[in-house]
């Protein structure tokens, strides 16, 4: 049976003018809330769930929540619904599956991705939507760069980021001739460049850029050519599943001892229980390491394995630090979503209290955050040093409005 409910003309008058009165009395009910029933804040995770990244995407998703949970479940003092979609890392599905978190679910907040490809789509329908955006690992140059704007935000890095200080660090070891190699897509060919900028400019020569397709992990032919070439280092970025599997063929092909591997610390990080033996030893840049000595981390650490009985890793902070900074806007408009220009201040201005130490948003909205140089030993990425402090990735192009 189909039920209405008949407000009689003068509930009505009474009703809006209770509004009316609230509104101007400055009382905080934010626009979009229904009398005596506030409004969950809605927020769209758009992650891989399957595939190469499948426990990247999941880090973020469990590392989110508990940034949610330890705020009583609320953001900005509302209840948090979600609505999640696998992404796949499937560019060609990307732009679906971000259109219709923003229209069919009508989210508050994209919160997305992982994948390079598929978090430029996220950035379009962003751009095109004015729809609130949060990247929580991503780290396509263009979205912090040329495609910047006041509702896109990153917790994560750009790719040149972690890459760019491996070039240098490379260099000050007397290392003159280097070989890359990657998966052939934005995120692999931007740590590639972020990486030769670093070593040329200090001194090295990269002699050869090697490419496999994303996410092939035909890894042999490489390496054999890798063998041939006798460079005195190789540079790599690979991820996930892909970089579980290359750790161990470069292990398994006796290269270890000949010929230095060093890479953006995806390489390692959330990969060591599957990679054992073969990772042991191998240094990588990134912003974050395992045993990072701060209250913050610890406290985090141990709140995360008892949540997920899993060790948290980069991804797991990054997610956490997309909770943390959309807590803070929100918190700063009392959940008032509408009120975009103090929401989208308090995000550019906060600082964000992290597992990886306090950082902060560049212009660009993307981390100016401290680079560490890891070692792997055992199951953890030790700390061995700081390759560049408060790094800002250059944000070529952006010009925010
Ligand atoms: C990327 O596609 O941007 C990416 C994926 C995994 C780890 C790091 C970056």
Aim: aromatic share 8%; net charge positive.
């Amino acid at each position: 049976m189909k039920t209405t409910t008949r407000l009689g003309r003068r509930t009505l008058l009474k009703t809006a003018g209770a509004t009316a009165a609230l509104a101007s009395a400055g009382t905080l009910v934010p626009a979009g809330f229904a009398i005596g029933q506030a409004a969950k804040v809605k927020i769209g995770l758009m992650l891989p769930y399957t595939g190469t990244f499948a426990q990247l995407g999941q880090a973020i998703t469990d590392s989110f929540k508990l940034a949610v949970e330890q705020r009583g479940g609320k953001l900005g003092g509302r209840e948090v619904e979600y609505a999640v979609v696998d992404d796949e890392s499937e560019p060609a599905k990307a732009p679906e599956n971000a259109n219709k978190l923003v229209t069919r679910d009508k989210v508050d907040f994209l919160v997305g991705t992982v994948h390079s490809g598929v978090a430029m789509a996220m950035v379009k329908v962003a751009r095109d939507t004015d729809t609130m955006l949060v990247i929580p690992n991503a780290g396509a140059d263009a979205a912090t760069g040329p495609l910047c704007a006041p509702n896109i935000f990153r917790t994560s890095f750009s790719n040149w980021q972690p890459a760019f200080p491996m070039g240098k660090v490379l260099a000050d070891r007397g290392i003159k001739r280097a070989v890359t190699l990657s998966w052939k897509y934005a995120a692999g060919e931007e740590s590639t460049n972020g990486f030769k900028e670093g070593f040329e400019k200090a001194g090295g020569k990269v002699v050869k850029d090697l490419w496999l397709p994303f996410p092939n992990v035909e890894f042999q032919p490489l390496l054999t050519e890798i063998a041939s070439l006798k460079p005195e280092a190789v540079y790599v970025f690979f991820a996930g599943g892909g970089a579980v599997k290359f750790v161990k063929d470069y292990h398994a092909a006796g290269l270890r001892q000949s010929i230095p591997l060093v890479g953006a610390g995806f390489l390692t990080d959330g990969t060591l229980q599957a990679q054992g033996e073969a990772a042991q030893g191998l240094e990588t840049t990134l912003h974050y390491g395992d045993r990072l000595d701060l209250p913050k981390n610890k406290e985090f650490r141990e709140a995360y394995r008892k949540m997920t009985n899993r060790e948290a890793d980069v991804y797991a902070v990054q997610g956490y630090d997309a909770g943390q900074l959309i807590a803070a806007g929100l918190d700063a408009v009392k959940g008032d979503v509408k009120a975009r220009k103090d929401l989208v201040k308090a995000m550019e201005t906060t600082e964000i209290d992290s597992p990886r130490g306090r950082w902060t948003m560049s212009k660009a909205h993307n981390p100016v955050q401290d680079i560490y140089l890891r070692k792997v030993e055992g199951m953890e990425n030790v700390v061995i040093g700081v390759a560049h402090k408060a790094l800002a990735d250059p944000a070529r192009g952006c010009k925010m409005t």
